[in-house]
């Protein structure tokens, strides 16, 4: 059963989730702590070019199955144009400021 994303545990994680589904950029980049990384399947991508390629340009969708961490592990079921869906993790660290420091997904 989806969890509706209002009902997600975490500010910044719920706030990431809006934006992806929103395909909102300038609310995505606003949320992330300067010097921000990520990594996808276990290996450290490019930020900007990862974000345009999975999530704006081909119109990433997020829909959230479950939750641990206080909100900051996710599993959900991603889709976007170029792979269709997929069952996906997500790990998220959040500073001080409340601004996404790194995030970490790859299939579940």
Not at 74 to 97: I, P
Request: proline residues 2%; negative net charge; aromatic residues 8%.
């Amino acid at each position: 059963m989806t969890i509706q994303t209002a009902k997600l545990s975490d500010p910044a994680v719920r706030a990431f989730v809006s934006a992806v589904n929103a395909h909102d950029r300038e609310a995505f980049l606003a949320l992330l702590a300067p010097g921000a990384t990520m990594a996808d399947d276990g290996r450290d991508r490019d930020l900007d070019d990862w974000i345009d390629r999975e999530i704006f340009s081909s119109r990433g969708h997020m829909d959230v199955d479950n939750e641990s961490r206080g909100g900051r592990d996710l599993v959900a079921r991603y889709s976007n144009d170029t792979w269709g869906e997929m069952r996906t993790k997500w790990h998220f660290e959040v500073g001080e400021d409340g601004r996404i420091s790194r995030f970490e997904t790859g299939q579940a």
